[in-house]
């Protein structure tokens, strides 16, 4: 990020989380395609279909779950990365303004609040344990709603 004249600032942790997450879900996405039998797409191709209405029709259905899987294992990896983010989003106890200012995760919020005697910072620890909480809830959810839904329309 120094290398591009960014110094912490939110910009620069989410172009460092993203530069480290996409490997991770193209790995997982190629290995799902990979995953779809060969007949699907040669009985698309024999009844007419073009290359694109078999991508979207055919392999992007079958796929559906596990592409959704990739990127929740990176989302949640992108969550998690402390290290990373500490080094180029730096750390504030302020809500960032702009995209070149300094910013933090929640998760480094937590360690960082927790360790302070203030009682009221302690509680905002807390408090943000409790949203990380609710966000991680809410996104399982959504994918188990998401994955049922479109579990239907693959053969196992």
């Known amino acids: 990020m120094v290398f591009l004249g960014l110094r912490a600032s939110l910009l620069a942790g989410i172009i460092t989380v993203a530069l480290l997450e996409l490997p991770i879900m193209a790995r997982a996405m190629d290995e799902v395609v990979r995953l779809v039998p060969p007949a699907f797409r040669d009985a698309s191709f024999s009844?007419?279909?073009?290359?694109?209405?078999?991508?979207?029709?055919?392999?992007?259905?079958?796929?559906?779950?596990?592409?959704?899987?990739?990127?929740?294992?990176?989302?949640?990896?992108?969550?998690?990365?402390?290290?990373?983010?500490?080094?180029?989003?730096g750390f504030t106890d302020r809500v960032p303004t702009s995209l070149l200012q300094p910013a933090a995760t929640l998760p480094l919020a937590i360690f960082f609040q927790?360790?302070?005697?203030?009682?009221?910072?302690?509680?905002?620890?807390?408090?943000?344990?409790?949203?990380?909480?609710?966000?991680?809830?809410a996104i399982s959810l959504a994918a188990r709603w998401i994955g049922r839904r479109y579990t239907k329309h693959t053969v196992r």
Do not use: H, M, N
């Open 47 to 89: 009844v007419g279909a073009t290359k694109f209405e078999t991508a979207f029709r055919i392999i992007v259905r079958q796929t559906l779950p596990g592409i959704l899987t990739a990127v929740l294992i990176a989302f949640g990896r992108g969550i998690g990365d402390a290290a990373s983010v500490i080094f180029t989003a």
């Open 114 to 137: 927790l360790g302070t005697p203030v009682a009221e910072v302690q509680q905002r620890a807390y408090a943000s344990a409790a949203v990380l909480t609710v966000i991680i809830l």
